[in-house]
DNA sequence: ACACACTGTTTATGAAATAAACAGAAGTAG
DNA sequence: CTACTTCTGTTTATTTCATAAACAGTGTGT
């Protein structure tokens, strides 16, 4: 009973798996929970995430807004069910090529493309794995791909997981210039240009040598895209595992999740200003040390400066 | 002078590089944006990222909602400060190895751990790279670990990025459980162990083959942490990759973002009800092969139970 | 002294989610 | 065929927010 009731699918979840009640009586719907999703689809990739209300997607449809909730229990459940018809199913295009590498690879790229075409879902909360039928076809094609390696099933989810993780990331940040680019009217392009310059006039390199560094050397300039480099390392990284396995290797040992000292947590008074006292002389630290480099940085100019004249 | 305006500090960013007007005359002030940040930090790490109203931070305080306008221009400045604030700098433990390898997977762990500390800063809208003071320190950190590595500038920013996205992901994952926990009262375990179940009782072998697997491999009630294999295929890829640069292989070339055809962003009608048919075909694919495979599977049972009875 | 800059407060406005009561439509049972 | 029931979309009202605008009191520089 408690068992049942425990594992009951919750609302919005059930609507996704299309459970839904189709009533005999009464006078005939003009609306559907379809098209109540697709008008709010609309508005978001038109206007960003924002630009849904409860409001705006009755009015797109020409109706009042209180009429949704004959179809959507709630707004939340409208959100989860966008989700769900942004996210579709993975094309078969990743099928193609042989090798779960390039498959891999493919369903990487789709991913991002999907955060592309649709950023205002990268911008939703993330309530644990949504077990809906379009994410879960997504997850079951990436372990589908990796059951042609020796990984086993928690490997596999694993690394199904990073590349997930990976793409996500990818649309976060693109997702980032895109949302600048609609508050602002300027174009994503400019948003770079524009941060990269404000890199530039506020990172100095007696503070931040390795960050200085690299801007000088133009990487916020640049247009390739860091995370094509950076999924093709993940894949290399659980090519090289596979080899070892093949090659007789032991597994990873399962390792546990990271914790944080529940004392923390509790919230004492005593512990959080400690804390906040760490915080204060980590700042100091960091002031001194960069006057440090500053005058080191004097020093050797002025031991230099009369070499030169001289 | 378009130059000067274009590389003005936004409002916030200014504010957190500390970047403040001190007034001279007036009634002497009796909040600071630092309490303020406190507090609305301390509610967040509380109750979530949804209990910080701007009347909630100013209740805490003692004041009225408006007080805190004169301190912080509005509130998504004031979302910025706390990121900054709970970011903190990155800790000495990761100076303490050797090598970049270790080095870099005690950033990860401490970024992860920072999350699990304030998962509310995973819930807040990411504007590109926010130039903030912490926040150039972490990534300064990043690069100065990976500059004993042959990588050159841009792939060590790619290499940053991708262990800071999956710590960024772990988190993601975990702070929808604890958000989760925080609205149903359970346990995050508890919150697992239900969700388990959920995709035990609705995912089925012939639509979904290898999740279902996996699912029967236990790997949804397995309390092994997938991020920590992720991370170590990362470090395993970039340690790969940089031995092969010194077997004087070649680098990555330089891949270019992703795109989406323009034509799809453009919103036309014609494209859009070719998608929406594309989604509904794929949708009665997924059924027609479900039933098909649930065919043959009652196929050859049919086949198989006469010669068991004979 | 006195104007003015600055403080925190009060009041008001508008957007949003959603609860509750409603009038009318369309089936179904008698 | 009538009356009851169920279901529809609408209306109205409440609550929670962010924030604009006007305000009254408080120090400081001139």
Redesign the pocket.
Known sequence: MSDAEATELPRGIALAWGVA?N?????????SVERIVDAAVELADADGI???????V?ARL??????L???V????D?LLLMQEQAMGIPPESHREPDGWRDRLRILFEEQVLLYLRHPWMLSLPITGSPITPNSSAWLDASLAVLEETPLNAEERLAAALAVTGHARWCGIVQAGYTEQARGTGLSPEEIAVREAALYDRVIEAEEFPALRHAIDQAVFASTADPFRFGVERILDGVSSYIDGLDAGGHRDRPQEWLEIDPAELAGDRRVKDAQKAVREAEKALRAARKLERQALKDAHERLARPRKIG
């Open positions: 009640a009533p005999q009586r009464g006078p005939k719907r003009e609306m924002g630009a849904v209300s409860m409001a705006a009755a020409g109706f009042t807004p209180m009429s909730y004959r179809y229990s709630a707004k939340e409208l």
